[in-house]
T-cell receptor, first 110, second 113 residues
Framework: GENVEQHPSTLSVQEGDSAVIKCTYS??????FPWYKQELGKGPQLIID?????GEKKDQRIAVTLNKTAKHFSLHITETQPEDSAVYFC?????????FGTGTRLQVFP | KAGVTQTPRYLIKTRGQQVTLSCSPI?????VSWYQQTPGQGLQFLFE???????NKGNFPGRFSGRQFSNSRSEMNVSTLELGDSALYLC????????????FGPGTRLTVT
């Protein structure tokens, strides 16, 4: 069925440390995997995405990796800063619809 | 370029009433999708409009409907409101008419009492 699992649900890190959020999907036909950051009172903001013909994509302190065989993808944030604190959502396409994970609340402590 | 705008930002309605929410996409974007966000169910897809036509639909009852105008602005309507319809309703636009590179608005917080 339509399923994107996301772990962990909460993540606390010290400023400067790295944070990793993992997602698995069920539909092998999925070919697009975006990550969104949602701050309090705001809509989700697209921060990075990856297509199935690419294994890794990096944008400054943020990177996403994709393992199509295992059907999982991960978000990596290096050198975390307090402003990285937010809820992060992964998503995958199924039948032309975005199916979202349940979210990870990231807290970065100064 | 201005982002996706949604009006109103907050709304309080009574059970049984109906409500209309509005979304203006990013200039040049022809696809508008609507999502419902609740603490229990997370982010769920409602429907997508492209060039005034509904192209895709999620698993919501017929009380939820929408439309898109020729300028790509979209409205979403919920009739016979139920307490469980209380949620943040998000609109997202994209250029290509697919879920790729969707950009979200700030949402409309609907409270049903």
């Amino acid at each position: 069925g339509e399923n994107v699992e996301q772990h962990p649900s909460t993540l606390s890190v010290q400023e400067g440390d790295s944070a990793v959020i993992k997602c698995t999907y069920s539909d092998s036909a999925s070919n697009y995997f975006p990550w969104y950051k949602q701050e309090l009172g705001k809509g989700p903001q697209l921060i990075i995405d990856i297509r199935s013909n690419v294994g890794e994509k990096k944008d400054q302190r943020i990177a996403v990796t994709l393992n199509k065989t295992a059907k999982h993808f991960s978000l990596h944030i290096t050198e975390t800063q307090p402003e990285d604190s937010a809820v992060y959502f992964c998503a995958a396409i199924k039948t032309d619809k975005l199916i979202f994970g349940t979210g990870t609340r990231l807290q970065v402590f100064p | 370029k201005a982002g996706v705008t949604q009006t109103p930002r907050y709304l309080i309605k009574t059970r049984g009433q109906q409500v209309t929410l509005s979304c203006s996409p990013i200039s040049g974007h022809r696809s508008v999708s609507w999502y419902q966000q609740t603490p229990g169910q997370g982010l769920q897809f409602l429907f997508e409009y492209f060039s005034e036509t509904q192209r895709n639909k999620g698993n919501f009852p017929g009380r939820f409907s929408g439309r898109q105008f020729s300028n790509s602005r979209s409205e979403m309507n919920v009739s016979t409101l139920e307490l469980g319809d209380s949620a943040l309703y998000l609109c997202a636009s994209s250029q290509t008419g697919t879920p790729y590179e969707q950009y979200f608005g700030p949402g409309t917080r609907l409270t049903v009492t």
